[in-house]
Every structure is written in C-alpha cells, then in structure tokens.
T-cell receptor
Framework: SQQGEEDPQALSIQEGENATMNCSYK?????LQWYRQNSGRGLVHLIL?????REKHSGRLRVTLDTSKKSSSLLITASRAADTASYFC?????????????FGTGTRLKVLA | KAGVTQTPRYLIKTRGQQVTLSCSPI?????VSWYQQTPGQGLQFLFE???????NKGNFPGRFSGRQFSNSRSEMNVSTLELGDSALYLC???????????FGSGTRLTVV
C-alpha cells in the first residue's frame, strides 16, 4: 500500500497563483522528500525536510511537516507554466534506515499561461 | 558532470520474453535503486544495490532481479514478461545512502 497519499490528485491554476499540495503518510519517518516529474521523465529532487524540522524553504518552494498529523504540504508561490508537472512526496517506510523509499500517488499540477 | 544514464529509453517485448535494463549512476555514487512506475500503482520500489550487494528489496516476484558491477553500474532483469510488466522503470543513484536521489530518465517497457 502507498505510504504517501497526495491531495489533490490534480490541480489547475493560473500563472502567478500559488499552488498547494498535501501529502499524508502512515508510519514514523526520519525525513520526507518532495520530487517533481515532467511528463514521462525521471524525477527531480526538490527538497528534503527532516522529522525534527517544521518548515523549509527553497526559492519559490515552501514545505511544512506536521509529524503529529503525519502530513506535509508543498507550496509553490508565483507559479509559472514551467511548473506544470506531477509532484510526489516520498518517505521511508520506517525509521530503521532501510532506504526503501515509498512514493505517494502524486499531484498533477497544470499551470495555465 | 553526467547524470544517471538509463538504456535503452524505449523497449517493446513479447510476453514470455526476458529483458535487461541498464543504469549508469553518477560518477562516485555507489547506491543504485530501481523503481517501477505504472499509472495504477504509482512508483514502487524494486531493489537497491550498494557496493555490488543488494541492500534492500521490494515486494516483487522473483522474475525481477538485478545486479551491480564493481564500477557501480547496475542492470535489472525481468524474465518471463507479463503484460502487467509494462511500465516506466526508473533508476536512481545516490552517493552512499539515500535520500537525495538523482533519477535517470527511465526506460519505457511495453510488453505485447
């Protein structure tokens, strides 16, 4: 079963607007990552947030982590057409350091010019 | 520096055949992981190799196997192909232990 479930499954916004996507997971984690995938291509690592962090920024990206709710959110500010992609969260299945990362189902973001 | 290289990019095989996919990690990266991506199941972990040893394994049947060579290049093999094996197979490398994977562009396998 999926460790991470992204919400919404699909999102369509206008250029310049902000996009927020959420990820929920089931077990304790050491860290959580967000990746972007352009259509049919490999994934690009965006940002990693550790379990003892609550918020992290990278350029136009802002990630939050709430370990009590087992959830994370990714905010993309001032979106651009080039942000059109699928976004995935990834977590370890447990905290034993098995490096067996489990990816969520993804949010398909479409940014309209 | 060169990224993660996967070959071939596209592959069409017939049911019952076997296939070998190749992955060359970023120079210096010793960990290579493989994932299967399908529309229905999303990204699923196949296995991870580190220094020529399988360090982790996902929940796939024994028809899926892999190996890693001394230069860290990795191959995965699928025997007795089934229609359901049609997927994008992604390879990811990291320096020592994940996280912070660098992914290749994938091999799109179609089984007919």
């Amino acid at each position: 079963s999926q460790q991470g479930e992204e919400d919404p499954q699909a999102l369509s916004i206008q250029e310049g607007e902000n996009a927020t996507m959420n990820c929920s997971y089931k077990t304790s984690i050491n860290n959580l990552q967000w990746y972007r995938q352009n259509s049919g291509r490999g994934l690009v690592h965006l940002i990693l947030i550790r379990s003892n962090e609550r918020e992290k920024h990278s350029g136009r990206l802002r990630v939050t982590l709430d370990t009590s709710k087992k959830s994370s959110s990714l905010l993309i500010t001032a979106s651009r057409a080039a942000d059109t992609a699928s976004y995935f969260c990834a977590t370890e299945g447990d905290t034993s350091g098995t490096y067996k990362y489990i990816f969520g189902t993804g949010t398909r973001l479409k940014v309209l010019a | 520096k060169a990224g993660v290289t996967q070959t071939p990019r596209y592959l069409i095989k017939t049911r019952g055949q076997q296939v070998t996919l190749s992955c060359s990690p970023i120079s210096g990266h010793r960990s290579v992981s493989w994932y299967q991506q399908t529309p229905g199941q999303g990204l699923q972990f196949l296995f991870e190799y580190f220094s020529e040893t399988q360090r982790n394994k996902g929940n796939f049947p024994g028809r899926f196997s892999g190996r890693q060579f001394s230069n860290s290049r990795s191959e995965m093999n699928v025997s007795t192909l089934e229609l359901g094996d049609s997927a994008l197979y992604l390879c990811a490398s990291s320096l020592d232990r994940p996280p912070n994977y660098t992914f290749g562009s994938g091999t799109r396998l179609t089984v007919v």
